[in-house]
C-alpha cells in the first residue's frame, strides 16, 4: 500500500468513527422527530420541500445500516481493493454534504439539531479523506 493509500485509507476510518457518533447523536437526540420540524420550516421559508416522516426503529435501523456499510467499505479500503477507494470518495463526498446540511439547519433556525456537533467531524475528515484521494491519484500517475 503507497503512503497515499494509508493516509486516505486512515482518514477514511476516521470518518467510519465519526459516522458511528454521529449515527449515536442523532439516534439519542431523536433527529426523527426533528426532521418533520426542520422540513416544515424550510417550507414555510418558500422552498418546496417534501415533509417526511420515520418511525424509530427504522431510523435506527438504518443509522445502524449505514455504520454497518462503512465499516465494510473501510475494512475492503486497508485491504487495497482499487474499486472500495471509489466507494470511499464518494462516500466522503456524501458526508461533506451530510455534516454542511446538519451545520446549516442549525445556523439558518439559530437551534440545536441532532448530527449538527459531530457534523463537523464529518467535513473536515470528509474534506480530509477527499484531499488524500485526490493526492493518491497523482501519486499514480
Known amino acids: 500500500m503507497t503512503k497515499f493509500n494509508l493516509k486516505f485509507s486512515n482518514y477514511f476510518y476516521i470518518i467510519t468513527l465519526v459516522q458511528f457518533l454521529h449515527s449515536s ?3 439519542i437526540f431523536k433527529l426523527e422527530n426533528w426532521m418533520t420540524i426542520v422540513m416544515e420550516k424550510i417550507n414555510n421559508l418558500g422552498i418546496p420541500f417534501p415533509v417526511l416522516s420515520i418511525s424509530e ?3 435506527i435501523f438504518l443509522n445502524i445500516l449505514a455504520v454497518s456499510v462503512f465499516g465494510i467499505i473501510s475494512f475492503l479500503v486497508f485491504k487495497n481493493y482499487r474499486w472500495a477507494f471509489k466507494v470511499a470518495k464518494i462516500a466522503s463526498i ?3 454534504i451530510n455534516g454542511i446540511l446538519h451545520i446549516t439547519m442549525a445556523i439558518i433556525f439559530l437551534s440545536y439539531i441532532p448530527g449538527c456537533i ?3 467531524g464529518l467535513v473536515i475528515f470528509g474534506v480530509l479523506c477527499f484531499k488524500s484521494y485526490k493526492q493518491t491519484q497523482e501519486s499514480e500517475t
Open 25 to 27: 447523536e442523532e439516534i
Open 57 to 59: 426503529k427504522l431510523f
Open 94 to 96: 456524501i458526508e461533506i
Open 118 to 120: 459531530t457534523g463537523i
